[in-house]
């Protein structure tokens, strides 16, 4: 069963291009929603979070955008470069309490120069 | 001044075989958790300590048994290993404190069954 919905499974675009990714979930009992970026060989590493109370939070080239109602939420890299190319999970956290993680399946992007 | 550690890096080892996967962290965390990346990059969280107590514990086959001597290791040990047990196994560690959720990986330990 999975909880968190990710697409599209792979991406490719050109260098300054705005490569969307988008995920879904069903268990409103999820309070934080993390992005992590993954190099080869490297492990996942946070890129940025939101909480549901907001609709959007910018770090630097990277924008989350939270759809609290439709249960949506969605990473866009303005001005990609790339340095980008990477694998991209969002995920959801299941419990305070256990701070549990559940992931999407990912998203390989590749920014061509 | 690694953050989160794993050893070894690489196994590759014979069916029915014992092993085990070490780490360790040196941010201070409370909470450490192992998680396994199968071979369609899918990550999916195993087991999760915080202050040596096991407090995550996912469907997983009683042949992996993580161990937490102090708050600063959590290793993972497989007996018994099958095929499906080749993947990438990731310690992470985290706070665990309100606005700060982060969880930091380590680099990652590749298993391989033969």
């Known amino acids: 069963q999975q909880q968190v919905k990710q697409s599209p499974q792979s991406l490719i675009v050109q260098k300054g291009g705005i490569p969307i990714i988008n995920c879904a979930y069903e268990?409103?009992?999820?309070?934080?929603f993390p992005w992590y970026q993954q190099f080869p060989g490297k492990g996942p590493a946070l890129l940025i979070a939101i909480r549901p109370d907001v609709s959007e939070k910018k770090e630097g080239r990277f924008t989350i955008s939270f759809n609290k109602s439709a249960k949506q939420f969605s990473l866009h890299i303005m001005d990609s470069q790339p340095g980008d190319s990477a694998t991209y999970f969002c995920a959801a956290r299941q419990s305070y309490n256990t701070d549990k993680l559940i992931f999407g399946t990912g998203t390989r992007l590749q920014v061509f120069p | 001044d690694t953050a989160v550690s794993q050893t070894p890096k690489y196994l590759v080892t014979q069916m029915g075989n014992d092993k085990s996967i070490k780490c360790e962290q040196n941010l201070g965390h409370d909470t450490m958790y192992w998680y396994k990346q199968d071979s369609k990059k899918f990550l999916k969280i195993m087991f999760s300590?915080?202050?040596?107590?096991?407090?995550i514990n996912e469907t997983v086959p009683n042949r992996f048994s993580p161990k937490s001597p102090d708050k600063a290791h959590l290793n993972l040990h497989i007996n018994s290993l099958e095929l499906g047990d080749s993947a990438v196994y990731f310690c992470?560690?985290?706070?665990?404190?309100?606005?700060?959720?982060?969880?930091?990986f380590g680099p990652g330990t590749r298993l391989l069954v033969l």
């Open positions: 300590y915080n202050n040596k107590e096991l407090i």
């Open positions: 268990n409103t009992a999820f309070d934080y």
């Open positions: 992470a560690s985290s706070p665990r404190l309100a606005g700060q959720e982060t969880q930091y």
